[in-house]
Nanobody, 124 residues
Framework: QVRLVESGGGLVQPGGSLRLSCVAS????????MGWYRRAPGSTSEMVAA???????RYSAFAKGRFTISRNTAENTLNLEMNNLIPDDTAAYYC??????????????????WGQGTQVTVSS
């Protein structure tokens, strides 16, 4: 199993910055990909940014140039640096991890997990 705990959300003025962090606690699970998703009120969930493997980064169009995703594999942490925030960035942000079981009865099977979310509000 994997437990993901996000932190770093809050209220920020337009043009401001926030840094989101996600700490993954794993047991018999090997994480391969991690990412950030968000869901605004009344909207569906959308990908913000992801890291495939150790270093292959992907960004949604709205995140390019403003957000930076980084991962520390040794410490099982995932960060999202968000700059020049705008009101449309207001949403609950969720950490996601995908991989496979490295031992036990489900060894080799893929699975994915979500954190509980952290709220980001951009408002003056």
């Amino acid at each position: 199993q994997v437990r993901l705990v996000e932190s770093g959300g809050g209220l920020v003025q337009p043009g401001g910055s926030l840094r989101l962090s996600c700490v993954a606690s794993t047991d018999i699970f090997s994480i391969t990909n991690m990412g950030w998703y968000r869901r605004a009120p009344g909207s569906t969930s959308e990908m913000v940014a992801a890291i495939i493997g150790d270093s292959d980064t992907r960004y949604s169009a709205f995140a390019k140039g403003r957000f930076t995703i980084s991962r520390n594999t040794a410490e099982n942490t995932l960060n999202l640096e968000m700059n020049n925030l705008i009101p449309d960035d207001t949403a609950a942000y969720y950490c996601h991890a995908a991989g496979y079981y490295s031992a036990g009865p489900r060894e080799g099977r893929p699975d994915d997990f979500w954190g509980q979310g952290t709220q980001v509000t951009v408002s003056s």
